[in-house]
């Protein structure tokens, strides 16, 4: 498996698979010392006043608040567009089925794309990698980090939540992880001794 790591955060226009629509869609390719490769892509989709009209009130005022109701209506771009331009994107970078899928509760995005995105779900591996799971260990484990932590923007905007992930996962790797090059073999061993059998 490649060192690097998809990054995709989309905008909806509520959380319901059944009756809800992507709206926007970013990606970004870092290399595995959370790098970014490239340029990225961040769309917005257009969808019908019925569905931005149907939008839970509080997701009508987020995205009202940002902007990206109005960039809705102005869009001219479909969904499979917008998922050839992502995948173009990622084909440049990365080798299909290669590369873990990463974000903040990224499984809530990946259920989207799955349904509005057929063939990017199938060009990402099945395996994603989820900041807000670090977050929430370290919220157990290690209070300080977690409290530490820096404040976010809180855009609610694709491209921009996507680089506050990447961030806030540097954060967590300088913070609640062990440094490079890792433990010694007798200390992985303690642990794993520790642990007893499975």
């Excluded at 490649?2 to 319901?16: A, F, H, I, Q, R």
């Excluded at 990206?68 to 089925?97: C, D, F, K, P, Q």
């Excluded at 820096?150 to 609610?156: E, I, M, V």
Aim: glycine residues 6%; aromatic residues 6%.
């Amino acid at each position: 498996m490649d060192d690097k790591l998809v990054w995709v955060d989309c905008e909806m226009t509520g959380l319901d698979l059944t009756s809800d629509r992507l709206i926007e869609i970013a990606a970004l390719v870092t290399d595995g010392d959370l790098n970014i490769l490239g340029e990225g892509v961040d769309l917005v989709i257009h969808v019908d006043d019925d569905a931005l009209a149907a939008m839970p009130p509080v997701v009508q005022d987020m995205h009202a608040r940002s902007g990206l109701t109005e960039e809705v209506r102005r869009s001219t771009v479909t969904v499979r567009e917008a998922e050839e331009a992502v995948l173009a994107y990622l084909r440049e970078h990365i080798e299909a089925g290669a590369v873990p899928l990463a974000g903040n509760s990224i499984a809530t995005d990946r259920r989207f794309i799955a349904q509005e995105m057929p063939e990017l779900d199938g060009f990402l591996h099945y395996r994603m990698v989820d900041v807000s799971s670090i977050k929430e260990l370290c919220r157990r484990w290690y209070p300080r980090i977690y409290f530490g932590q820096p404040d976010k923007g809180l855009a609610h905007r694709a491209l921009a939540d996507i680089r506050e992930s990447i961030r806030e996962l540097k954060y967590y790797r300088g913070t609640a992880f062990v440094p490079a090059p890792g433990p010694s073999t007798d200390e992985i061993s303690a642990v794993v001794t520790e642990l007893g059998p499975a």
